[in-house]
């Protein structure tokens, strides 16, 4: 059972433009949420994460939403360059729960030059 | 400061045999959490240690286990592999238990175990 979903397996942006990643989760318990990149062959590398208190928090080109009563949150990438392309996963920690991440199956961006 | 070093990086087996493989956390991260990743699957959760103990397994079978030693680096080991068991192990590192309020996990460059 996938508690947390990325519908989208690819997404293509051109370089200079905003790149929008989504990802749904299901199960309600879940109380922090995170980004990770991953290139091949290679560990995922976090990104940027955002509590269930918040709903919007910034790092640089990198802005994660979370709409808590959608169950819904996104990674915008702003403007996107070539080596952003690779692959996203959003993952989610369930509240009290120890350092287990639920992970969706992951966006593979590409970044037009 | 190194990062997760994970041990071999890759590696043959063939069905029936046993494997172990290793992870060295982040120097003072006392939580280790192992992955599975598959095409199929994605990212799944394993087990997660913290200060030598088992607190979160995740949904595989009895084949699959781990412990962690006193220094806290980890080991995994799979036994009767399967040819589905193909797929590369990641080993996570976090400084604290999370608590609910989360902390991000560090990952190595990860094992590639196939199984022949």
């Known amino acids: 059972d996938q508690q947390v979903k990325q519908n989208s397996p690819s997404l293509s942006v051109q370089e200079g433009r905003i790149s929008i990643l989504n990802c749904d989760y299901t199960?309600?318990?879940?109380?922090?949420f995170l980004w990770y990149k991953k290139y091949p062959a290679e560990g995922p590398t976090f990104l940027i994460s955002?509590?269930?208190?918040?709903d919007k928090n910034e790092d640089g080109r990198f802005t994660v939403f979370l709409n808590k009563s959608a169950k819904h949150l996104s990674l915008h990438i702003v403007p996107s360059q070539p080596g952003d392309s690779a692959v996203y996963f959003c993952?989610?920690?369930?509240?009290?729960?120890?350092?287990?991440?639920?992970f969706g199956t992951g966006t593979r961006l590409t970044v037009i030059p | 400061k190194a990062g997760v070093t994970q041990t071999p990086r890759y590696l043959i087996k063939t069905r029936g045999q046993q494997v172990t493989l290793s992870c060295s956390p982040i120097?003072?991260?006392?939580?280790v959490s192992w992955y599975q990743q598959t095409p199929g699957q994605g990212l799944q959760f394993l087990f997660e240690?913290?200060?030598?103990?088992?607190?979160n397994k995740g949904n595989f079978p009895g084949r699959f286990s781990g412990r962690q030693f006193s220094n806290s680096r980890s080991e995994m080991n799979v036994s009767t592999l399967e040819l589905g068991d193909s797929a590369l192990y990641l080993c996570?590192?976090?400084?604290?238990?999370?608590?609910?309020?989360?902390?991000?996990?560090?990952f190595g460059q990860g094992t590639r175990l196939t199984v022949v």
């Open positions: 996570a590192s976090s400084p604290t238990p999370s608590t609910g309020g989360g902390t991000e996990a560090f």
């Open positions: 199960n309600s318990m879940f109380d922090y």
């Open positions: 955002i509590s269930s208190i918040k």
């Open positions: 993952a989610a920690i369930p509240v009290r729960g120890a350092n287990t991440l639920f």
């Open positions: 120097s003072g991260h006392r939580s």
């Open positions: 240690y913290f200060s030598e103990t088992q607190r």
